[in-house]
């Protein structure tokens, strides 16, 4: 199996906790490279990737021919430059979500992806996680009847830390890019709906939003529904989705977004009769998966999972939400 050298652009505590391990332990990856400009940052990072090579600027990485991929987990407002620079170096791209911060801003990555003929991917992990395509599967194959309605909340709170990136609008912060991705994304993935109309409340604090209520309709292959979502920064923790039909409704909770971290990875089918289903997912990791499938992508030429059209289109509701929305 050709390995997939990985590289990583910044020592961010996200990636040293999270991506960082994934792609040391995923079959067909290995974490090669580091940049940070301060090499304290990279002895966590070290500790269990022996060997790794450590680059004191981000140029430097990408310059780097020992490296097949580049995973990005810089600040919201770097996304989009540093996506396009690691293309243009050669380099297939991983890039947490947001990947842009407009819809048109991604259809910039999608050229220079077609034009490189490398795979270029927005850090959607949930998609990988069995779970979710459990949800799916269900959703799809009428486990509820007709679909109803679909609602979905995250919320936790940091306004104790201003520093956050999240509470910082010069680093295009708040809770919808950072949240809002999942509470919108995760209903188009498993519903392949599109939103027909939306209506949006905003809550700002210092330039950024920290409490957003959207309701509206979707419509797809499986009619229209009704939806809701709340994203927050301000509220106590909660994670949950739900779809309702008519015949049943299906839960994903308590650890829809942060499985494993949050709570327990489960999704729960509630049918007449008071028949509950209920999967768990105890030993899934999804940030492994994501990255190898991320590998198979690149090496076998896989379709990939998330691709840039499907970010696209959760960049689009977001678009237009920011658009629609009240301020309050």
Not at 104 to 110: A, L, S, V
Not at 114 to 139: F, N, T
Not at 167 to 172: G, H, L, Q, V
Not at 235 to 241: C, G, I, M, N, T
Request: aromatic share 10%; proline share 6%.
């Amino acid at each position: 199996m050709q390995t997939v050298r990985w590289g990583i652009l910044g020592a961010a505590n996200f990636a040293r906790h999270h991506m960082a391990p994934a792609i040391h332990e995923a079959e067909g990856a290995e974490l090669a490279a580091l940049a940070t400009s301060n090499p304290a940052n990279a002895a966590p990072f070290a500790a269990f990737a022996p060997g790794l090579r450590v680059h004191d600027s981000y140029d430097a990485l990408l310059a780097d021919p020992g490296i097949d991929a580049v995973y990005i987990p810089l600040p919201n407002h770097l996304h989009l430059e540093w996506t396009l620079k690691a293309l243009a170096a050669g380099k297939h791209v991983l890039t947490e979500k947001p990947i842009a911060l407009k819809a048109e801003e991604i259809d910039q990555i999608i050229a220079a992806r077609d034009a490189s003929g490398l795979l270029a991917a927005e850090a959607y992990m949930i998609v990988h996680h069995p779970q979710w395509q459990r949800a799916r599967e269900w959703v799809q194959s009428g486990e509820i009847g007709t679909l109803r309605h679909a609602d979905a909340a995250f919320s936790f709170d940091n306004g104790a830390d201003s520093g956050n990136i999240r509470n910082r609008p010069e680093t295009a912060g708040g809770g919808i890019r950072d949240i809002g991705v999942y509470t919108y994304g995760s209903v188009r993935f498993v519903t392949a709906a599109e939103p027909e109309d939306l209506q949006a409340r905003i809550r700002w604090e210092n330039g950024v939003d920290v409490w957003a209520q959207v309701t509206g309709t979707f419509a797809g292959p499986l009619g229209q529904f009704t939806y809701g979502a709340m994203t927050s920064m301000r509220l106590f923790p909660r994670q949950e989705v739900v779809f309702q039909g008519d015949k049943g409704l299906i839960r994903v909770a308590p650890g829809p977004f942060n499985a494993g971290i949050f709570g327990e990875a489960r999704v729960e089918l509630h049918r007449p009769g008071l028949s509950v289903t209920v999967e768990r997912f105890p030993a899934v990791r999804q940030y492994k998966l994501q990255v190898e499938a991320f590998g198979r992508s690149v090496r076998e030429g896989v379709p990939y999972a998330c691709p840039l059209e499907f970010s696209r289109g959760t960049q689009v509701m977001i678009d237009r939400v920011f658009a629609v929305a009240t301020a309050i």
